[in-house]
C-alpha cells in the first residue's frame, strides 16, 4: 500500500473524506509512520543481519564504546572477529550483573568477552585485539519515514492494513478535534496490539540478555 492510498483509505474509515477535513494529510503521514515504527519495536518485524552500517563496527586499542546505528534497537547476537577470520561469540550483559559476577571487569584483561548495550551505544568488556571487528544482528526501525505519494512502509506487505489501526487510534485520541472519540481510539489500539503486541519494556536490551527477565507494558508513544 502506497502512502497516497493509506491516506485514502484512513479517510474512509474515519469518515473524514470531504473538505475541510478534520485531519491534514500531513499529521495522517505522522501517524503512519509512527505506527510502522511502532509496529517494528512491538513485533520485532525488521532483523538486520547483513547491511554493514548496522552490523560491522571496527574496534580500536584503547576504545570501549561505541556508536550504534541510529536505527538499531535491540541487539540480537554479538560476536567479534579478528584479523585471522576467527570469530567468537561474546555476551550481552547488564552493569548491574557484571558488578555483580564480575566485579573485576572494567580492569579484565582476557580477550572481549562480553559488552554492554546503552541507548546509543555499546561498551566492550575485555581486551581490543588490533584488527578486531565488532558483528551484530539485530532488530531495527525502518530506515527513512514515507515522505511521497508512491512511498511504501519497509515492512511486508501483509501488515500494511494494520498500520492504520494506529493512525486511526492517534486520530481520535485528540482531545481538541472534532474527530475526538476515545471509545473508538481504545478499540483501534487494541485491534493494533493484539496483531504487533504490547510495546516491551523501555530497556528493550533485556530481551536479549540472559541475566534479567523481559517484561511487557503497554504505553502510548
Request: charged share 30%.
Amino acid at each position: 500500500m502506497t502512502l497516497k492510498e493509506f491516506i485514502v483509505r484512513f479517510r474512509s474509515e474515519a469518515k473524514d473524506d470531504r473538505k475541510p477535513y478534520l485531519w491534514s494529510d500531513e499529521l495522517i503521514r505522522s501517524f503512519l509512520n509512527e505506527a510502522e515504527q511502532r509496529a517494528c519495536i512491538c513485533g520485532r518485524l525488521l532483523l538486520e543481519e547483513e547491511d554493514p552500517a548496522v552490523c560491522s563496527i571496527s574496534l580500536s586499542v584503547g576504545s570501549q564504546t561505541y556508536a550504534l546505528h541510529e536505527k538499531l534497537y535491540e541487539i540480537a547476537s554479538l560476536n567479534i572477529a579478528n584479523l585471522a577470520g576467527e570469530v567468537r561469540p561474546i555476551s550481552l550483559r547488564s552493569r548491574e550483573w557484571l558488578n555483580a559476577n564480575d566485579p573485576q571487569w572494567r580492569e579484565n584483561t582476557d580477550l572481549a568477552y562480553a559488552a554492554i548495550q546503552g541507548e546509543t551505544t555499546i561498551r566492550i568488556v575485555g581486551e581490543i585485539v588490533a584488527g578486531d571487528e565488532l558483528r551484530l544482528e539485530g532488530y531495527r526501525l525502518p530506515m527513512g519515514d514515507m515522505k511521497n505519494d508512491g512511498d511504501r512502509p519497509e515492512i511486508h506487505e501483509a501488515n500494511h492494513v494494520n498500520l492504520l489501526d494506529w493512525a486511526l487510534h492517534k486520530a481520535f485520541s485528540m482531545p481538541d478535534s472534532d474527530g475526538f472519540d476515545p471509545g473508538r481510539s481504545a478499540a483501534h489500539e487494541d485491534k493494533f496490539t493484539r496483531r504487533f503486541g504490547p510495546l516491551p519494556d523501555s530497556d528493550m536490551r533485556r530481551s536479549t540478555r540472559a541475566d534479567e527477565v523481559q517484561r511487557n507494558e503497554s504505553y502510548i508513544l
